[in-house]
């Protein structure tokens, strides 16, 4: 069999780690969050790959053989954070403890010295792997040599092999120093041919296949422009691939012997584990037991005993065995990841040590039914297993916790995770996805009964086996109310949403198609007049020519390929000339037409002509709730022909309406009640418009003699106050001079002083503590806030001032809706909650639970939270979701 090397860029590695993890620190206060990280992706890679040979590379420096040719070499790489610098000792006491050597040498890079040991292996036939963030490896692939590039988090890797390389980029390896040659790299400073990018440099090198091919052909290349920049910078570009050219050739020998990996020994790995507080690890690797050599083999961890369950008779036997009084755990495992159609392919149940697996020709057995919608359950994400137990036909009353909810509440920043990442950083057995399914999950249908059961068997133990570990870590931080109360519950109601759905007449999002398409066809017209000639609308390098060659407009912006026509860049020529409104108002109209005409008819359910979307509810890191597939959240209402599409959603049946109730200013209100403004508190508190009122302070005149523009401004800078806004933002915002935009902010904070005490206060308790929180104890972890890059450190003072108002504001509404839910359910009404849109709640409502209606739902929403100022909810009723507004 061939041997595998395991070659990691530490560099690259513990980068990854330290801004996949939260700032943490032991009681000695040095900072572990890079070590902890990289640490978890050392044993995933050691159980996974399980290598015959090991080693760890890093950069000797910052000064290199190419700085000899080229001074300038990641010139414009910012100095790394003294808190992850610091933890490289650390980390290479770690990787010391674990028995595998480093390599550094002065004058070369980890990328030489691991492609020189590359192809030391190759000569070997030793099969390598290269672990890195870096494309630059990508050279170095070939038929024993893949890359293993690191992506999201801590554990997500992508393999990339020669057939990958050719399917991603439709290059051989070795033509990679060919695209940096061309297009260069800005991470590495390395300059290329201007105005050439990656798709430009692609479409070059499919034709030429070669940088210097490339060079020798220019008078074959269409475009002027294009010749004339390679023309002139031919050396520039032989001196970027000589930059990004791997040498590996470095005069270093990989040691084979000391290279050689046959496990760990606790007893050394233990007590470092100890110092940096790697509780969790300790656990995991089992380092409480002295003196073994251990290889923690992801084969023996994932292996769970379980029974399979084919029939009536055996799982009568195995429910006989459940303990009925105490809760138990449950996974439900589909052909995909759409749980609202999908296959339901089998049950796993988890108590203790009883694990058993039902097959799908036994889902309709009545006892396991019976059971399932009796017991108490611990499950991975609630409002998709009880989703599925409506499809089954029974309804999980008593779900008692959920996972997913649990880690989302722990940590936010860091909660888009699969069950097996959440075992795996508790040390719990559970199979990856991957493991069983291969990389494409739609196979799931062609793995073998073994392998499903296997996997399923997995899941509910680790459930079962995580909910002791997550509930002391969620009552450690005081967020089990937040738990119980709020989230857990919301994904009940959330999945009763969800099957429910919105009814969509596509004959009306047909007839507002067919009027978009008119609009843009005569606005199309327009631009073509306004032009003095026809040119592709959609291309930006056409209208750029357009604006700045023909029509004279001030270029503002530029990029690689030419000049900028983003949004930004057009709204801020508008009043230059008026084919600039045109192409903006194109431009709105072609997205509607495609995104939300186009995109909405094609995902109304056939059966039921009603749109299902799906609600997120633990994404976000504020709490809010987001809708995807489609996100009906997004519709846009800025102009009157995506508020039109809105007259498409009606009620599932004649002569019921559509009830709209919108917290009115509720994050300010917030913001009142969080800072304790005076003012603040005493407009909302007398009923004063907000905006008026602001005006009134910030210019000195009396509240009637405000104007539209004062008003206009003064919410401006209140929204934006709430957002952590710089004078340079408001600026942009409202189109004036930067310093009068200072001046503004600076009379603002001078009449509402409670709102520049928060401001300030804020930020220092998220500099000491590390996180901040909402009213109900929702924390959100800001890492980057004692960072000393200033653009990271800055938006985590903005996070820290905003998220307690917008986390608060989605804490709130959520709470609302637990509330309305359970009301309506006890009052029996035949009313129902459809869609929640930010601060917005839809329902349908027959005709005669209207007086109710109008009455209960903001009675509840308005008092569901007690603040220093009253929430204000407008209500309203239409035939469809445009009139409801």
Known sequence: MTKKLLLIDGNSVANRAFYALPMLSNKQGVYTNAALGFTMMLLKLLEDEQPDYIACIFDAGKKTFRHDTYKDYKGKREKTPHELSGQFPIIKSIIDAFDIPTYELANYEADDIMGTFAQQAKAEQVKTALVSGDKDTFQLINDLTVVYMTKKGISDMEVIDAAALMEKYNLKPTQMVDLKGLMGDSSDNIPGVPGVGEKTALKLLHEYDSLENVLENIDNISGNKLKERLTD???????????????????????????????????????????????????????????????????????????????????????????????????????????????ILAIAIAQKDIN???????????????????????????????????????????????????????????????????????????????????????????????????????????????????????????????????????????????????????????????????????????????????????????????????????????????????????????????????????????????????????????????????????????GRLSSTEPNLQNIPIRLEEGRKIRKAFIPAKSGWKLLAADYSQIELRILAHIAQDENLIEAFQQGIDIHTKTASDVFGVALDEVTSLMRRQAKAVNFGIVYGISDYGLSQNLNIARKEAKEFIELYFKHFQGVHDYMTKIVKVAKKQGYVQTILQRRRYLPEINSSNFNLRSFAERTAMNTPIQGTAADIIKLAMVKLAEEIKQRKLDSRMLLQVHDELIFEVPEHELEIMTKLVPEIMENCTKLSVPLQVDVSIGDNWYDAK
Not at 412 to 424: G, V
Not at 520 to 540: D, K, V
């Open 356 to 622: 058993f697996v039902c097959d799908k020709q036994i889902l309709d057995d009545k006892n396991l039914l019976k059971l399932i919608e009796q017991a108490t359950l611990y499950v991975y994400d609630a409002k998709r297993t009880y989703y599925l137990g409506k499809r089954l036909g029974i309804s999980m009353s008593k779900i008692k916790t959920d996972i997913m909810l649990m880690n989302y509440l722990i940590d936010p920043t860091n909660s888009d995770k699969e069950l097996a990442e959440i075992a795996n950083a508790y040390g719990v057995k559970s199979a990856t996805e991957e493991t069983v399914y291969g990389k494409n999950r739609k196979d799931i249908t062609k793995i073998s009964k073994e392998q499903l059961f296997s996997y399923v068997a997995t899941k509910a133990n680790a459930v079962n086996s995580l909910v002791a570990n997550l509930e002391a870590k969620l009552m450690e931080n005081f967020l089990d109310s937040l738990l119980y109360d709020i989230e857990l519950p919301l994904s009940l109601v959330l999945a009763d949403m969800e099957r429910q759905g919105i009814n969509v007449d596509s004959n009306i999002l047909e007839n507002i198609g067919d009027e978009l398409t008119e609009k843009i066809t005569t606005i199309t017209q327009e631009i073509y007049e306004l032009a003095g000639e026809e040119f592709n609308i959609n291309s930006p390098k056409q209208m750029g020519v357009i604006l700045f060659d023909k029509l004279g407009l001030p270029p503002i912006k530029k990029t690689k390929t030419g000049y900028s026509t983003s949004a930004d860049v057009l709204e801020k020529l508008a009043n230059q000339h008026p084919i600039v409104d045109n192409i903006l108002l194109h431009r709105q109209l072609v997205k509607l037409q495609s995104t939300y005409i186009e995109g909405l008819l094609k995902v109304i359910n056939k059966d039921t002509n009603k749109i299902h979307t799906y609600y997120n509810q633990a994404l976000t890191a504020t």
């Open 233 to 343: 910078n031919k050396e520039q570009a032989i001196l970027s691939k000589q930059l990004a050219t791997i040498n590996t050739n470095v005069p270093l020998s990989i040691d084979w012997e000391k290279a050689s990996y046959e496990g760990y020994q606790k007893e050394k790995v233990r007590p470092l584990f100890e110092e940096l507080e790697f509780k969790q690890l300790i656990d995991r690797l089992g380092l409480d037991i002295d003196g073994e050599r251990g290889t923690d083999n992801i084969a023996d961890r994932q292996k769970i005993e379980f029974t399979e369950i084919t029939s009536a008779q055996a799982l009568e036997a195995s429910l006989s065995a459940i303990n009925q009084s105490c809760p138990v755990a449950i996974y439900i495992e589909t052909s995909g990841t759409n749980y609202h159609t999908d296959e």
